[in-house]
Nanobody
Framework: EVRPVESGGGSVQAGGSLRLSCAGSLVLYNNNCVAWFRQAPGKEREVVAI????????YYADFAEARFTISKVDAEKLVSLQMNSLKPEDTAMYYC????????????????????????WGQGTQVTVSS
C-alpha cells in the first residue's frame, strides 16, 4: 500500500491520550516527509506535526508543542503521533500525509507545512475529545 493508512483514533475525555499510527510503504522510506494534518468541521485543514524520515528533524504546530510527539517507529514500520493532555478543541479528523523529500523539503532542509505539497494522503482517523 503506497498511500498512508492511519489508525488509532477514537473518543477520549479531556486530559486523556491517544496514539495515532501511520503505515504504508512511503512511510518506510528514509527520505520522506511524513506529516499529520487535522481538520475540524467548518475549519480549514491545519498541520499538526511533521517528521523527516531521513533524519531526526521534526516540526510542531504551536498547539501541539509540548503535548504531541511525532516519531518514526522502525520496529513497527510506522510513524506515530502520541497525543497527551487532549483538549476538546483537538477534536478533528486527523490525516497522515507523505511526500518524497525531493518534492516536499524546502531550502534549509525543513519539510513543507503546506498540505497541497503532499501527494499521498490517508483516509483519516477521527479523534473526539469530550469535556
Amino acid at each position: 500500500e503506497v498511500r498512508p493508512v492511519e489508525s488509532g483514533g477514537g473518543s477520549v475525555q479531556a486530559g486523556g491520550s491517544l496514539r495515532l499510527s501511520c503505515a504504508g510503504s512511503l512511510v518506510l522510506y528514509n527520505n520522506n516527509c511524513v506529516a499529520w494534518f487535522r481538520q475540524a468541521p467548518g475549519k480549514e485543514r491545519e498541520v499538526v506535526a511533521i517528521i523527516y524520515t531521513g533524519g531526526s528533524s521534526t516540526y510542531y504546530a504551536d498547539f501541539a508543542e509540548a503535548r504531541f510527539t511525532i516519531s518514526k517507529v522502525d520496529a513497527e514500520k510506522l510513524v506515530s503521533l502520541q497525543m497527551n493532555s487532549l483538549k476538546p478543541e483537538d477534536t478533528a479528523m486527523y490525516y497522515c500525509a507523505a511526500g518524497w523529500a525531493s518534492a516536499v523539503r524546502r531550502p534549509g532542509g525543513h519539510c513543507s507545512t503546506v498540505s497541497a505539497d503532499y501527494g499521498y494522503w490517508g483516509q483519516g482517523t477521527q479523534v473526539t475529545v469530550s469535556s
